[in-house]
Antibody, heavy 118, light 108 residues
Framework: QVQLQESGPGLVKPSETLSLTCSVS??????????WSWIRQPPGKGLEWIGY???????YYNPSLRSRVTISVDTAKNQFSLQLTSVTAADTAVYFC??????????WGQGTLLTVSS | EIVLTQSPGTLSLSPGERATLSCRAS???????LAWYQHRPGQAPRLLIY???SRATGIPDRFTGSGSGTDFTLTISRLEPEDFAVYYC?????????FGQGTKVEIK
């Protein structure tokens, strides 16, 4: 059974860069026909897909965030990460990592709250 | 991008009743790549339906997905106490992938 767990600083100052990590167990980030995604949910709002990293290393980002987002992988640690630059209060959200393969994201982490505040 | 509009925003029902949730897309969803998720507070979203009508592993048969093109429906035949949650539709056929804004199913 694949399990994903997000981790991050919890609090980031405006204009800084947020970095979140998703640790994967029960499967490898570098094998299989899988898409590794980041999705977020601002307080009181719905889900927003941020982007994905394909197992081959290719990425696709939501155009609304493309200029600020990078998703990368660390195969040695079996993790993938999200970096979002120049954050504002609008980036305050619960951030989820998820895995899908040939379909929608199936396995999700529990989510981690990231607050942007000075 | 494809905008998904869910209705109603909130559905107030009693256990044992039938729930019908709607998801309308701004353009046709490629190959019916439409999924439904259940989301309870503080938990990971749970995949219920993919491909518009296929149940994910372990999902009870009281959950039924239907539709094609731009109009999709999730039906919960008889609400159980654990079914009261927020439900999202999600299209994964056209990039960027998008989600609906959610329908909250609450206890009446």
């Amino acid at each position: 059974q694949v399990q994903l767990q997000e981790s991050g600083p919890g609090l980031v100052k405006p204009s800084e860069t947020l970095s979140l990590t998703c640790s994967v167990s029960g499967g490898s980030v570098s094998s299989g026909n899988y898409y590794w995604s980041w999705i977020r949910q601002p307080p009181g709002k719905g889900l927003e897909w941020i982007g994905y990293l394909y197992y081959s290393g290719s990425t696709y980002y939501n155009p609304s965030l493309r200029s600020r987002v990078t998703i990368s992988v660390d195969t040695a640690k079996n993790q993938f990460s999200l970096q979002l630059t120049s954050v504002t209060a609008a980036d305050t959200a619960v951030y989820f990592c998820a895995r899908g393969g040939g379909g929608p994201p199936h396995y999700w982490g529990q989510g981690t709250l990231l607050t942007v505040s000075s | 991008e494809i905008v998904l509009t869910q209705s109603p925003g909130t559905l107030s029902l009693s256990p044992g009743e039938r729930a019908t949730l709607s998801c309308r897309a701004s353009q046709s969803v490629t190959s019916s790549y439409l999924a439904w998720y259940q989301h309870r507070p503080g938990q990971a979203p749970r995949l219920l339906i993919y491909g518009a009508s296929s149940r994910a592993t372990g999902i009870p048969d009281r959950f039924t997905g239907s539709g094609s093109g731009t109009d999709f429906t999730l039906t919960i035949s008889r609400l159980e106490p654990e079914d009261f949650a927020v439900y999202y539709c999600h299209q994964y056929g056209t990039l960027p992938w998008t989600f609906g804004q959610g329908t909250k199913v609450e206890i009446k």
